[in-house]
């Protein structure tokens, strides 16, 4: 798009790329973000999109539920087709970084509508000042005032500011059943550090370890194991007893607790069993 069109526009006269978000029709410029808020939407993704049950993640993913509106949360969680064109359907979990500049008041209406059009949790990541995330839930009484809110904001009427249901400080865990499995500090939404920590746990459950700790014992458990056989295999050189392919095949099948009773059967026969 080469210019913009005039007031009011729909959806399908933007294209990707177009620095707009759309309100009720109205045209919402879209500036890049900062050196630390770009840095924050990146570390954030990771996190968010590597979870175990996350179906999808996306950055400023266009979403127009209706033709006057198309909004794009710095984060999207959810089923997100891989398709060209708008999202149809709200997040399930959407995720705004608020730097310095940010504007309040419009804001307010992004959280407003996409609340309205679905979206069950907004996490928004205060940069600027102390840390903290702003959690917005939907609720059936938001959605039904939502249509009030947009009137009374149409009409020149100040907004009233939406109170988040919970501010989450450091330290502090965010929660999106049926979005995502794990609790995510909030850190990991903006420490690089915290981040590649939930991310580097999120992968492991990809793989069936719950953590990095799972994974060490497996290795200390495979460690041992493979010392038993080794034990086994010399105390029977020690005993004159010959392995066979057969026999190999047999000590190199059994697990731990196996390999530890043969050889103290070894040890008190003298002979293979």
Not at 136 to 154: G, H, I, L, M, W
Not at 203 to 209: D, P, T, V
Request: glycine share 8%.
């Amino acid at each position: 798009m080469t210019a913009p069109p005039r007031h009011p526009v729909t959806a399908d006269q933007l294209r990707p790329g177009d620095p707009y978000e759309l309100s009720e029709g109205r045209l919402v410029e879209c500036l890049p973000s900062g050196r630390r808020g770009g840095r924050r939407n990146g570390t954030g993704f990771g996190v968010l999109d590597t979870d175990p049950l996350a179906e999808a993640a996306a950055i400023d993913l266009g979403i127009s539920p209706q033709p006057d509106m198309l909004r794009a949360p710095d984060i999207a969680v959810g089923p997100i087709p891989d398709e060209p064109g708008w999202a149809t359907e709200a997040p399930p979990l959407a995720v705004e970084y608020a730097d310095t500049g940010q504007d309040e008041a419009e804001l307010q209406s992004k959280i407003d509508e996409l609340l309205a059009a679905g979206t069950r949790w907004i996490w928004v990541v205060r940069l600027q000042g102390a840390r903290r995330v702003e959690v917005y839930e939907a609720s059936t009484s938001a959605r039904q005032k939502a249509p009030e809110r947009r009137a009374q904001a149409s009409a020149g009427a100040h907004r009233p500011r939406r109170l988040p249901a919970r501010v989450a400080l450091p330290g502090e865990e965010l929660l999106a059943p049926g979005v995502l499995k794990n609790p995510v500090p909030v850190e990991a939404l903006y420490d690089r550090e915290a981040a590649h920590e939930a991310t580097l746990r999120n992968l492991l459950q990809r793989r069936g370890y719950e953590d990095i700790e799972a994974v060490r014992e497996e290795g200390r458990e495979q460690g041992h194991t493979q010392g038993l056989r080794t034990a086994v295999r010399d105390l029977c050189e020690v005993l004159g007893i010959a392995l066979s392919p057969e026999l190999n095949a047999a000590i190199e099948a059994m697990a731990g607790p196996e390999l530890s009773a043969l050889r103290e059967q070894l040890k008190r026969e003298r002979r293979w069993p």
